[in-house]
Structures are given as C-alpha cells and as structure tokens.
C-alpha cells in the first residue's frame, strides 16, 4: 500500500504540496500538461530549486494576470473541474476540497456554500495547487494519506477581508478535529488551500507510521525566516501493515469521508417516517436508520439517522427540514472503512442463490445469501426460507474449500 506522510514542522500550503511533489520526481512537464486540461487562461508555471537552512527544496510559483480572471463560485470551480479531461479521481478529490473551503468560508462570514465567493482561495493560483496536487498524488500512485500535526504559527495575516488572526478564520475552521499548536515565530504557516488539502486527504494526523521509505521530497515556502527550514517535507514509501495472523485487516479496506445528518423528532405522525426514509434514498442516502428516544417532558421520540455522501447531504439536509416536523437539523463529518464487496452466485438445490461477499484482499471475510433470492426460491420449492438458506450457505463453503484446496484465492 504507498501512502504519503506529511511532515509539516512549517505547516502547509498548496504551493508547498505542488513544489514537494516535483521534489518527489513528478514531472513537472507531465503536470503542466495535465494542468492545461482545465482551460484556465492567463497565468504561468515556474519552478526553481531554493534553500530554506540549508535544505535543498523546490519552489513553485503561479504567475496570474489578475485582470483576466472572473470572480467565482463553488458551482463555477466545480464545473470548470467537472468539465476536464483530467482522471475521475482527480476531479472528485479537487472538488471535495473547494467543497470543504467553501463550507469553512460560509460559516466564518454567515451564508451558504453555494453563495461564497472565492478571493485567495478561489484564485486561479488555488486551483492550480489544488488540482496540481492531486494529479502529483496520482502520477506517485498514491493510495492512503497521513499527516503530523500542524504548526499554525500566530499574529495576522494580509488578506481580501483586511487584517486577520493567524490562523486565518476559514484555516481555523477546517482544522477542527485536527491536531494543532501555534510554535515559536510569527507568520501564516497553514492556508486555507494547505488545510483544505491535508483535512481532505489525510486518514490521521499523527507520527509517522511504520513505512518503508522510498523517497522524500521538499516544497519551499515563500518566506525564509533565518535560522528556520520553511519547508514543507513528504515521504512517500510502502505502508507496514501487521501481520494479518492476528485477525487483524490489512489495508485493502477503503476509508472515505462521509456525512451524517441526524434529528430528534417527538411530534410527527408515525406514518411520515416510511415517507421520509423513501425520499432520503432517492437523494442518494446510503442508509437510513431510526432510534427510539425519550426526549423533554417525558416525551416518546425518535432519533432520525442519514448516512450520505458529501455531495447529497445539502439536498437531504433540506428534505428533511421540509418534510418532518423538525426545527433543526445537525450535520457532521465522519470516516468510514469498508471491505471489499462483491456479488457472486451459486447453485443449490432449489436454484441460483446470489451471495453477497466481504473480502478484505484475498481473504474472504464473511457472505450473506441474497434474501430477496431465498425467498423467490422458498416460494417457488416449497422449502422454508431457512432451507434455502441453508442450503447456500452450505453450497458457498463448499465452493471456498474448493478454491483454497486447489490454491486459488478466495477471490
């Protein structure tokens, strides 16, 4: 599994990701030609090698005529990203982050996402480091992310708003959750588009885990604080993952950002919640559960629960404030690690039984026959559902001895 380890004992930003990932061996023609496929006009690339204490780091600069570029929105980045020819991969990762900057400028200045207007963020300079970024992560191979906790550094900062605390409100609100500590010299060490990044991307903010090494790339700050190495520093190498003869899982299991949306509810007609969980589906839900709870005054409620996606949870978010009897909805970021799924099917006695299987790598995990099968078939044979299930259950252990007598991977 090749991770990529972020040590930011002088913070991060996006031109010190961009200029640590060409440091790391990503070309920088590759990227510039890949960059192209935004259509972005009027601006250029530079790259040049500087020392920051005596540390060899390369430093990436985007040159922007400011006079040609057009005020923008999140609808705006996102389609002039959606747009491109770049990977899915790329595109999904780029705009998670501007979701993730516009969320944290909405609730510093008091509106929604979709109506921030971008200033340094959004600049042509921060789409670049943004979409540069992930295209370097890809062109390394770059599967799992990890990342020290982050020197802030402290007094005020320059911006479009004026005069600003360090960390500046919006880097302030993306790093809830996140290890942080100010350190010993003045200055920005973090910006919105660094906090964005790493808060996107990175499982865990922590030492380094146990990796093989494979090599270790620098990304220069701008500043050049004497007797300081404003440096950004990645390594890049093989995660060690322990033995698996423990039960442990190995890293095959993915890990992706989820959104929870939950609401206590204590005065609404039981009959709207199979509504409710019908239209939440159609949005995009992954899973809709409800909690019975006692709530003020003694009362009998429910805990309402929707698991989404980042990019369904506005649209469910407003359903249920529209169609239960809520005043208020909360919302919260989550991390989810799921096994590999698959669907496979086997013969039995009454007929083919999909099943329903969890693998971690080669290892399968645990399997389910398919319900909706089993009970055609029940229906059809005259067996009960428990015999049907029985028998593909007893059908799938079969044929996984089968596979690991004749050497085969589970899969």
């Not at 890809?138 to 005069?163: A, D, K, M, N, W």
């Amino acid at each position: 599994m090749r991770i990529v380890y972020f040590d930011c004992f002088a913070g991060v930003s996006g031109d010190m990701i961009i200029g640590a990932l060409i440091g790391l061996g990503v070309d920088f023609e590759s990227l510039t030609r890949q960059l192209s496929l935004l259509g972005l006009r009027s601006y250029r690339l530079d790259r040049h090698q500087v020392k920051r204490n005596g540390i060899a780091a390369i430093k990436f600069d985007v040159e922007v005529d400011q006079r040609e570029q057009p005020s923008r929105k999140l609808a705006d980045v996102s389609k002039l990203i959606s747009d491109s020819a770049l990977s899915d991969r790329v595109k999904s990762l780029s705009v998670r982050v501007f979701e993730r900057l516009a969320e944290a400028e909405a609730r510093v200045h008091g509106t929604t996402r979709d109506e921030v207007h971008f200033h340094e963020v959004g600049a042509v300079d921060s789409i670049i480091d943004t979409v540069g970024a992930m295209i370097g992560f890809e062109l390394l191979g770059i599967e799992r992310f990890f990342c020290s906790p982050l020197r802030l550094g402290s007094g005020f900062v320059e911006t479009q708003h004026g005069r600003l605390p360090v960390p500046a409100p919006a880097t302030a609100e993306l790093l809830k959750n996140v290890p942080a500590y100010s350190g010993d010299l003045e200055g920005e060490f973090v910006t919105p588009t660094g906090a964005a990044i790493v808060t996107t991307l990175c499982e865990e903010f922590r030492a380094m885990p146990l990796m093989m090494v494979d090599c270790v790339g620098y990304g220069a700050g701008t500043r050049d604080p004497k007797g300081f190495p404003n440096a950004l520093r990645l390594f890049v190498g093989e995660l060690e993952e322990p033995s698996n003869r423990s039960g442990s899982l190995s890293s095959s299991s993915q890990i992706e950002t989820l959104m929870i949306i939950e609401t206590n509810i204590d005065d609404m007609n039981p009959q709207a919640y199979g509504f409710v969980m019908e239209r939440a589906f159609e949005l995009g839900a992954l899973d809709v559960f409800m909690v019975p709870s006692q709530m003020k005054k003694d009362r009998p409620g429910v805990l309402l629960t929707v698991l989404s996606k980042p990019e369904t949870a506005d649209a469910i978010t407003g359903m249920l404030l529209l169609q239960t009897t809520t005043l208020g909805v909360r919302y919260y970021e989550a991390k989810r690690r799921t096994l590999e799924r698959v669907i496979e099917t086997i013969d039995t006695e009454y007929g083919p039984v999909r099943i329903k299987v969890a693998r971690d790598g080669a290892r399968t995990l645990h399997f389910q026959p398919e319900y909706d099968d089993c009970a055609q078939l029940s229906v059809e044979s005259g067996a009960t559902l428990l015999e049907v299930q029985a028998a593909a259950n007893a059908a799938y252990r079969d044929k996984l001895k089968a596979r690991r007598t004749t050497g085969e991977t589970d899969g």
